[in-house]
């Protein structure tokens, strides 16, 4: 089963920025396409970012087009949220999860969340 484990969530003072990482402990990272979800409080989960296996590929909500970049390093294992500008309604903890299609429609694992608070 494939371990994914988030990390760069925090407290941030609104217009400031963050940078969440995601490392998976499967040696075929490179086959995957991976994605970013997030959760507010009394709100289902939803679609934030995802990325191509190659990373020729990317998808962003709506709600974060050209405030937020998505990014891999495959040698690495790891994915990446870059996120200016946040916002208030930007609060939610944050998945990143494993998918075969792309866009991820259900995706196959789950990170445990990372907390993103931004106060206004």
């Known amino acids: 089963q494939v371990q994914l484990v988030e990390s760069g969530g925090g407290l941030v003072q609104a217009g400031g920025s963050l940078r969440l990482s995601c490392t998976a402990s499967?040696?075929?990272?490179?086959?995957?396409?991976m994605g970013w979800f997030r959760q507010a409080p009394g709100k289902e989960r939803e679609f934030v970012a995802a990325?191509?296996?190659?990373?020729?590929?990317?998808r962003y909500a709506d709600s974060v087009k050209g405030r937020c970049t998505i990014s891999r390093d495959n040698a690495k294992n790891t994915v990446s949220l870059l996120m200016n500008s946040l916002k208030p309604e930007d609060t939610a903890v944050y998945y990143c999860?494993?998918?075969?299609?792309?866009?991820?429609?259900?995706?196959?694992?789950w990170g445990q969340g990372t907390q993103v608070t931004v106060s206004s």
């Open positions: 499967e040696r075929t990272f490179g086959r995957y396409v």
């Open positions: 990325i191509s296996p190659s990373g020729s590929m990317t």
């Open positions: 999860a494993t998918d075969t299609r792309f866009p991820p429609t259900r995706p196959d694992y």
